[in-house]
């Protein structure tokens, strides 16, 4: 295989780091070591407890979404990621009748704001039933499909009032609650490699994590600096430039429900540069078409 072809040394199973002088990584009793190891064990779906919510187990993640073998009629997902955004449009888009639940009152709110708001606004524009403000108290089996008790607090109100309501005969209950990293077992703290409060190793913006000679690329290592603020931060805010538009596109030019497309350009330095400019000897060769 194209491993082999490489000299690439493939070996099977469940690595952890020794308490070896140097980064040593141990698979089946024999100990391996190099002057680089890189950490790439990825992460995986967050799921609640049955302590957590009643009934919890009975619902899917993502990963469970790609074995259902038919279209759910009702979905009910859970979540404001980009993962749970993106399962339910994909459910409603194919025809079910898909309710999202959301904590607060936007989904990706870890994205850049313009993109938030938006893609809060296309997704009820669209047809998905947005729950804002709402978490599931508990799910429940009967002959009709899933019943999922809902409750929702507005927070405006400064009291402890809730809004009790439940989603009946749900074929589907997709949690898209996060992703958890992928090191339990790796034994990482051992190298005193440093994570943090939620288990992502920390690296710089070079992939370095606190131990040298040791790196980590991917979901193990958490989110990537996405937005303006965090680019006006690391840059300078006199050295980052916004433009940003909406419009409808043709596509959507004669339909009933418009669809926006919208637009963020963030550009560095004084010259506003995106990509690679005539300066640095671009050629024909250097672009995509």
Known sequence: DASSKAKIQTIHGHARFTSDPEPTVEVHGKKYTAPHILIATGGQPSMLTEAEVPGASLGITSDGFFELETLPKRSVVVGAGYIAVEMAGILSTLGSKTSLIIRQNGVLRNFDSFISIN?????????VDLWKNSQVKSVCKTDKGLEVTIVTRDPEKNNDEEKIRTIQEVDCLLWAIGRQPNTFGLNIRQMAVDTDEKGHIVVDEFQNTSRAGIYAVGDVCGKALLTPEEAVNSRGKENVKIYKTSFTPMYHAITSRKSQCI???????????????????????????
């Open 263 to 289: 637009m963020k350009l963030v550009c560095v330095d004084k010259e506003e540069k995106v990509g690679v400019t005539s300066s640095q000897g671009c050629k024909r060769s250097d672009f995509f078409f």
């Open 119 to 127: 893609c809060t606004q296309g997704l009820q524009t669209s047809g």
